[in-house]
């Protein structure tokens, strides 16, 4: 068990992801912290969303203190040197170069935009999952309000 308080977790240097919401019913920001799952909130401007992601860890860290939940220390900041060494099949490589002809680039030059797009489309499927996830994290901290005013 760690001997931190609530405060001292959140001066450490978390990773905090920040999302625009372009949605047309309910538009603004969404933010997670990188480090503790389901730890989500959104806001309706930018400006407000960095009270509210405090907010967040505030209470994600406690109920994890509260439960004996062992809580993650922020990830290290990696350096990539944005080169690395991928093994594949013969009649992959045989397709990529064959396409990366045909458009007119080189195979690395190829490879790259199809990894882009593939992110950028992993992240697009990804970000309702975490939305859900977030509106579930609402509700549970407003059950958990509401059932300390009682007390």
Same mark, same amino acid.
């Given at each position: 068990?760690?001997?931190?308080?609530?405060?001292?977790?959140?001066?450490?240097? =978390?990773?905090?992801?920040?999302?625009?919401?372009?949605? %047309?019913? $309910?538009? +603004?920001? &969404?933010? #997670?912290?990188?480090?503790?799952?389901?730890?989500?909130?959104?806001?309706?401007?930018?400006? %407000?969303? +960095?009270?509210?992601?405090?907010?967040?860890? #505030?209470?994600?860290?406690? !109920?994890?203190?509260?439960? +004996?939940?062992?809580?993650?220390?922020?990830?290290?900041?990696?350096? =990539?040197?944005? @080169?690395? !060494? !991928?093994?594949?099949?013969? *009649?992959?490589? #045989?397709?990529? &170069? %064959?396409?990366?002809?045909?458009? +007119?680039?080189?195979? $690395?030059? /190829?490879? $790259? !935009?199809?990894? &882009?797009? *593939?992110?950028?489309?992993? *992240?697009?499927?990804? =970000?309702?999952?975490?939305?859900?996830? *977030?509106?579930? &994290?609402?509700?549970?901290?407003?059950?958990? /309000?509401?059932? @300390?005013? @009682? @007390?």
């Amino acid at each position: 068990m760690s001997d931190k308080t609530v405060d001292d977790y959140l001066k450490l240097p =978390y990773h905090i992801e920040i999302i625009r919401d372009d949605d %047309e019913e $309910n538009p +603004g920001w &969404a933010a #997670r912290v990188h480090e503790m799952p389901g730890c989500i909130t959104q806001g309706d401007t930018f400006e %407000e969303l +960095g009270e509210m992601i405090d907010d967040a860890m #505030r209470g994600w860290i406690e !109920v994890a203190l509260e439960e +004996g939940i062992p809580i993650p220390e922020p990830a290290p900041d990696e350096d =990539y040197s944005g @080169k690395f !060494v !991928v093994r594949l099949p013969r *009649s992959l490589h #045989r397709q990529l &170069a %064959e396409t990366a002809e045909r458009e +007119g680039v080189s195979l $690395n030059q /190829f490879i $790259n !935009v199809a990894l &882009a797009q *593939s992110v950028g489309h992993a *992240s697009a499927l990804a =970000y309702p999952i975490a939305k859900q996830a *977030s509106h579930f &994290a609402v509700k549970e901290k407003k059950l958990k /309000f509401a059932a @300390k005013k @009682k @007390k």
